[in-house]
């Protein structure tokens, strides 16, 4: 709908466009009928000659426009920040590092590779160190549910004041990020945000929560409500990287028909929670469940069907596509 929206807008800048230079070539084919002054002449002729190589890169050009150049922000994710007037993330990279909390990362030896990369996206609280060698130690984006809240605030000094460059994107169900003061995490929120004024705190409006729901229902013809599942942090990661990033490297993502390969790795669910369930079986509780669980699969199915659409690729493991 963004998009659309953006596109409206780019088409009345031509039309207008091509208003004003339809006044002018009316003005100067008049001009030259009435035989005026070769000087004002050449002005329309001059005119003409700049209007029309613009008019034709419009043409060219408006179909293929990136998201990202038509917006000096992105309406779905909104600051929070105590007595500020309305302010949307205004963020671009060309080149973005998407790395999953999967134990995919372990041994991978990917985080001097992962530095290197613009912009480096994360999930809720997965950590860097003590695990720099594997998923680096740089954090540009953090991407963050609901009910992870509590594990960053029990740690507020970290994440909002010693790493105060990174941004952070909260989501969550209305009930939880209404602004009316009964939002309970978004009261929390807009607190961590008076103590650490510097901090880039912002929330995913109901309108990108609902835009989220349309597509994961476009792309599998299931309402997500219905069919009683959550969409998980890395779905709306996903959304959020394609419409800020050029090119996505994902890092430590399974694809959908990984875990029913016989000879599949049985790693942790996250890097830097040992010992607890297994990647695979976690996938298949929820992906089975009736009420309340995450579509992990089904997602990673969309996932793949995004990568003929944008430039995107997975490492460690790497699909076959």
Sequence with gaps: MEALDRRSRLMQSVNSCLSRCSVHVRMCTTDL???????QMCRCLCLLSLSLPLLLWFAITRDDVSPAALSSGLRGYRRISPGRMEQFLDKHCNQCALISSSGQMLGAGAG?????????????????????????????VRVVSHTSVPLLVKNER???????????IFWGPERNMRQDGKGRIYNVLLKMATKYPNAR?????????QYCDSVFQNE????????????????????????????IHVYGMID?????????????????????????????????????GHRFITEKAIYARWVTRHKIDFKHPSWSL
């Design 256 to 292: 959908d028909n990984y875990c029913s390969r016989a000879n599949h790795s049985i790693v942790p669910y996250h890097y830097y929670e040992q010992n607890r369930i297994d990647e695979c079986r976690m996938y298949k509780v929820h992906e089975h469940t009736k009420r309340g």
């Design 220 to 247: 599998t013809g299931k309402n997500r409500m219905k069919t009683g599942a959550f969409l998980s942090t890395g779905f709306f990661t996903m959304i959020l990287a394609l419409e800020m990033c050029d090119t």
């Design 112 to 140: 001097e590779e992962i530095d290197r990369i613009g912009c480096v996206i994360r999930m809720n609280n997965a950590p860097t160190r003590g695990f720099e060698e594997d998923v680096g130690s740089r954090t540009s």
């Design 33 to 39: 009928l009435l035989f005026v002054r070769p000087l």
């Design 201 to 209: 705190i912002y929330a995913v409006t109901r309108d990108k929560v």
């Design 158 to 168: 970290y994440y909002f004041q010693e790493s105060a460059d990174t941004v952070y």
